[in-house]
């Protein structure tokens, strides 16, 4: 499975411990007497960190999982503002915390962030696994990061190429694909 895993870049025992950390930030900054937490998570590279994050988040959550359709040519925003339209109810007057794999360009962030607003909640923060430092505006910002990487093509953990890797445990990065070139199914 992995003869084209070039380098491992972060092993799972280093991933397990900073999604801990992860976990006591974010218990930390919503407190149980709060408005309610929603999890708006995005599919499917969320996955696997998602499943590991809230089981170490001791608060009462409800979680919405949502899909945001891969941009053809990584030039547009193909989906318009349907997606989060059943998690009206989740989102209004509560507390939400987007969470996804990894902060790139910032266009799928800006683009969730932006329609979560527009229904009300009493806050809106994200939550990403991995930054590729320096590629998104200065106005997408990740309120909560598990690592800062470099601009390479990176799987496993949830993350993919051509919906394989997503199982692989440790996050590593692909041989011959480029990150501009390379385009995870989300
Ligand atoms: P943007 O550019 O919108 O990208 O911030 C976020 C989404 O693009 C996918 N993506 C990747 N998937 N390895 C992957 O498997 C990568 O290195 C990578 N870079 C971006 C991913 O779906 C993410 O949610």
Redesign the pocket.
């Known amino acids: 499975m992995d003869d084209r895993i070039e380098r491992i870049l972060l092993r799972r025992e280093q991933i397990d411990r900073r999604v801990s950390e992860l976990a006591s930030e974010i218990a930390a900054t919503y407190p149980p007497d709060g408005p309610g937490l929603t999890i708006v998570a995005?599919l499917a590279?969320?996955i696997i960190f998602l499943a590991d994050l809230i089981r170490r988040i001791p608060r009462a959550m409800k979680i919405g999982l949502i899909t945001v359709s891969?941009y053809p040519g990584?030039s547009t925003m193909s989906q318009g503002p349907v997606i989060l339209q059943d998690l009206r109810g989740e989102i209004e007057g509560r507390d939400v915390l987007v969470v996804?794999?990894?902060?790139?360009?910032?266009?799928?962030?800006r683009c969730v962030v932006d329609q979560v607003r527009q229904f009300g909640p009493a806050s809106v923060r994200v939550c990403v696994l991995l930054r590729?430092a320096g590629?998104?505006p200065a106005d997408v910002r990740a309120d909560f990061v598990g690592f800062d990487i470099e601009d390479?093509?990176?799987?496993g953990y949830g993350?993919?190429?051509d919906d394989l890797y997503r199982n692989y445990p440790h996050i590593g990065v692909l041989a011959g694909v480029t990150?501009q070139a390379?385009?995870?199914?989300?």
Do not use: M, N
Request: cysteine-free; aromatic content about 6%; proline content about 0%.
């Open positions: 995005i590279g969320s891969s990584r996804d794999d990894i902060l790139d360009t910032g266009r799928t962030i590729k590629k998104a390479v093509f990176v799987v993350l993919d190429y990150s390379g385009e995870g199914s989300r």
